[in-house]
């Protein structure tokens, strides 16, 4: 097995400490790539009216492996969750609703009004490490 340098010692155990460094290692595997001009057109001519000026589109997007990277580290901490509170926490998929950005994903949900998209989460995660913004400390979740 491959083991990424100063990282050997981390273990998949499923339990909150495993997660101290893996925001860290992922930070140092997330790829982009540069849109195409017509990739870049494109985003533009899909941002809904009210977004156009205001928010940025990004010259670039992840790669493959950046994304996957992401669903693995997601999964991963979802399962780190129903391992701290099996009684209360469960994997679901919301598919009532098409419009909601949800829609059809796998979800932790509880006892609160809020399910979490822990893939969603990742991925978002992982954009922030390449705009140097965000913490990197999965524990903290």
């Known amino acids: ?3 990424t340098q100063g990282f050997e010692r981390w273990r998949a155990n499923e339990t909150p400490d495993s997660l101290n460094t ?4 992922l930070a140092t595997q997330v790829e982009t790539r540069a849109l195409t001009t017509e990739e870049s057109a494109q985003a533009v001519k899909e941002m809904p009216p009210q977004f156009k000026g205001i928010l940025p589109i990004e010259p670039w997007e992840l790669t493959n492996r950046s994304y996957s990277l992401a669903m693995d580290v997601g999964m991963y901490l979802g399962q780190v969750m129903l391992s701290k509170y099996p009684s209360r926490l469960r994997w679901d998929q919301d598919l009532r609703d098409k419009r909601d950005a949800d829609c059809g994903q ?3 949900v509880g006892t609160g009004v809020v399910s979490m998209n822990t893939v969603g989460f990742l991925v978002g995660m992982a954009k922030n490490f390449i705009r140097q913004k965000g913490k990197r400390d999965l524990r903290s979740v």
């Not at 893996?22 to 290692?25: T, V």
């Open 106 to 108: 796998v979800l932790i």
């Open 1 to 3: 097995m491959l083991a």
């Open 22 to 25: 893996l925001g860290e290692w």
